[in-house]
């Protein structure tokens, strides 16, 4: 076993550890909103309500993850945009979701997903051969549009339930559920990149330092198609919106 | 691209509602002539002019009040934002102020900004009295709606603005346009930069004000409780609809941000009947009216939705106050909390009165008199109220430019539209 995922491992159970302290320290101990009873709605039960028991601790870290966008994901990512032009920025994003297309391959196997399996495995036979190592998407164009399969949405069609809602630190709103596949994608993930790297080098010090670079440029490359940020939708309710749209967003993509 | 084939999807998908306005009005080549596909859907690409992707902006923070306190729940929203976008040379400054509930950075606004600064202007951009930012650092009362005062309050913060700007840009005079709300208030700022002479306005545009904010949230209120209807759930089971088809045209690839334009790209994507897009702007409204309404009634201890004494914290679930303040229409603002606020500070003051206070109408001799103030909106814009149209005719005369559609303020970015606004602050 390698390096990289060993450390991976550690987060995760240090991540995990988080969650069940942080869990136990949200109080309960405020008034309730008052209530606005429509006359003509007198069954009114709460709209927007989800399974969120650790809401403190997931509250403490969509604040930390402000921080650590607003201070340096997020500079980070401009100045990867100010230095690379969109066209090379976009052959990178193609190079890294040709690379891990093989966590769609795994997982539409593990959904047994035939069309998704023969979709996936297509497009990184065509993108690595004729898109030249994946730096071009011409997969595409022939029909085989990208489809996200994680492992999170593998266990929600083995019939896993959410459980409760979960901001993981810096990749933000998931639920225990999608946290472990989270989890299981990166070790699938991690394995085959260092599989790739050892193809490509075999001095063991430089094969190091260009896991870690091309993990680091992933990161980044990923941030950078996301154009969300932090307390910028200028709702005191940002929390719960994100919540109540990631939860029913990953329920639609669970039942595509 | 994407958007494009959308467009291509709608029109024949929903042949019989769309003509080419090209065909009845000859100039105006604008696509939809119902005004709710209209608002909502805005401008496709192809009748936009070619416009900059991206201009020079720069964001700033504002400190309006040295000893307001910022509470806990808000501490993400300290500071007043604001952008500049600046020319090289000297040149006029237009002042821009949002729409309600929206922002500095709100896509109409950047659309202005877009246009403006391909035309040689320097633009401030100001987040409407209505938003949350400017709710909890630079509203006096922290009551927002109040045309007067928030017209105010904007005019402390367009001078601290352009202060904290003035050696970034170079500037030979000062304009001012805004959209819906925005409009509205800046007939009351032109009219109060005449006292305070801090700009001396040349040029003002209003673009799409509401004549009676009165009248028109009444109008707004109906579009949402016109579909969902009166049985028991019905707004509930409204929401979950809202919130699934908005879940499932989702695009981790879009911003995100919870005001009106979050969900009109919804229901773009899902092709909605008329009475869908009705309630949409209706609920897309009640979405900002509930950031505003919460807000408001925290930076007040009003308590209004929150119990008085309750400390909300950094990491106090809000859940049960976005429910509840979600239910709140405009009326219910006006009646339980607006006018009993502003009514305590003047005992004598009637609803009737103070309706009419709201209004361009109780400005109206001097919007008639004042020859820098141009105004411009659509013959089927959907906050007028019955003969409105007619009182912005009157009042404006020749300085009137009624656009025979575009609903509220879908057409901002049509190239004619762009082009008048343009050559209008130009001349």
């Not at chain 1, 391959?105 to 993108?127: D, H, K, M, P, Y």
């Not at chain 1, 929600?156 to 225990?176: A, D, H, K, R």
């Not at chain 2, 088809?245 to 899902?270: C, G, H, I, Q, W």
């Amino acid at each position: 076993m390698r390096k990289p995922l060993r450390i991976r491992i550690v987060m995760a159970t240090v991540l995990m550890l988080l969650m069940v302290t942080g869990g136990a320290a949200v109080a309960q101990d405020q008034p309730e909103a008052r209530k606005f009873t429509d006359p003509n709605d007198p069954g009114y039960e709460k709209p927007i309500a989800n399974y969120d028991p650790w809401e403190g601790f997931n509250r403490s870290m969509y604040k930390f993850n402000y921080g650590f966008d607003k201070y340096f994901f997020v500079p980070v990512v401009k100045a990867y945009q100010f230095v690379l032009p969109q066209v090379v920025r976009t052959g990178i994003a193609n190079f890294f979701n040709n690379l891990y297309e093989v966590e769609n391959v795994f997982n539409n196997l593990l959904q047994g997903n035939a069309e998704g399996t023969v979709n996936s495995t297509a497009r990184i036979v065509f993108n690595t051969t004729i898109g030249l190592a994946g730096i071009l998407d011409p997969a595409t164009p022939m029909g085989f549009t990208k489809m996200q399969e994680d492992f999170g949405q593998t266990l929600g069609v083995w019939g896993v339930g959410p459980g409760p809602y979960l901001v993981l630190p810096i990749l933000g709103p998931s639920s225990v559920r999608d946290g472990i596949g989270t989890g299981v994608d990166a070790a699938v993930g991690t394995v085959w990149a260092t599989f790739v790297v050892d193809e490509i080098y075999s001095s063991a010090s430089d094969r190091d330092k260009l896991y870690w670079g091309w993990t680091g440029l992933y990161y980044i490359s990923k941030r950078a198609g996301i154009p969300f940020r932090y307390y910028e939708t200028g709702s005191p309710f940002e929390y719960e919106y994100v919540r109540y749209i990631y939860l029913k967003y990953r329920e639609v993509e669970i039942e595509k | 691209m994407k958007r494009l084939s959308l467009m291509v999807l709608w029109l024949l998908l929903f042949p019989a509602a769309v003509v080419h306005a090209s065909a009845t009005t000859g100039a105006y080549d604008y696509p939809f002539v119902d005004p709710y596909t209209a608002t909502v859907i805005g401008t496709p690409t192809i009748y936009r002019p070619n416009l900059p992707e991206e201009v020079p902006v720069k964001d700033y923070s504002l400190t309006v009040f040295e000893d307001r306190q910022i509470p806990d729940v808000f501490w993400y929203s300290e500071g007043l934002k604001f952008s500049l976008v600046p020319q090289k040379e000297r040149a006029p400054l237009i002042f821009v102020i949002a729409g309600t509930g929206a922002s500095y950075q709100s896509p109409k606004v950047k659309g202005l900004q877009r246009a403006f600064y391909q035309a040689g202007f320097s633009i401030i951009s100001i987040s409407s009295p209505t938003h949350m930012n400017f709710i909890v650092n630079a509203s006096t009362t922290k009551v927002p709606g109040h045309i007067i005062y928030d017209s105010e309050d904007l005019y402390r913060v367009m001078e601290l603005a352009y202060q904290k700007v003035a050696d970034r840009v170079d500037v030979s005079e000062f304009y001012l346009t805004g959209y819906s709300l925005g409009a509205s208030q800046a007939a009351f700022l032109t009219r109060l930069d005449e006292e305070r002479q801090v700009f001396n306005f040349k040029k003002v545009l209003m673009i799409n004000p509401a004549v009676s904010l009165f009248n028109s949230v009444n109008i707004i209120d109906q579009m949402l409780a016109n579909t969902v209807g009166d049985e028991p759930g019905a707004f509930n089971s409204y929401l979950g609809r809202v919130i699934r088809a908005f879940a499932t045209a989702f695009d981790r690839s879009e911003p995100l941000d919870f005001n009106e334009d979050f969900l009109y790209r919804v229901y773009k994507k899902r092709m909605p009947t008329n009475a869908a897009l009705e309630s949409l702007i209706g609920f897309s409204f009640r979405i900002s009216s509930s950031n505003m309404i919460f807000t408001s009634d925290v930076m007040n201890g009003y308590g209004l939705l929150v119990p008085p004494g309750t400390q909300l914290r950094q990491t106090t679930p809000l859940t049960d106050y976005l429910a509840a303040s979600l239910r709140i229409s405009f009326l219910d603002y006006y009646n339980r909390y607006f006018y009993p606020f502003y009514h305590a500070q003047t005992p004598t003051l009637t609803s009737e009165q103070m309706q009419r206070e709201m209004s361009l109408q109780s400005i109206a001799p001097y919007l008639r008199q004042t020859e820098k103030i141009a105004m411009m909106t659509n013959e089927d814009d959907l906050i007028l109220a019955p003969g409105e149209i007619d009182f912005l005719q009157d009042t404006f005369g020749e300085r009137a430019t009624i656009w025979p559609t575009g609903g509220h303020c879908g057409n901002m970015e049509q190239k004619d539209v762009v082009a008048f606004m343009v050559n209008y602050f130009k001349e």
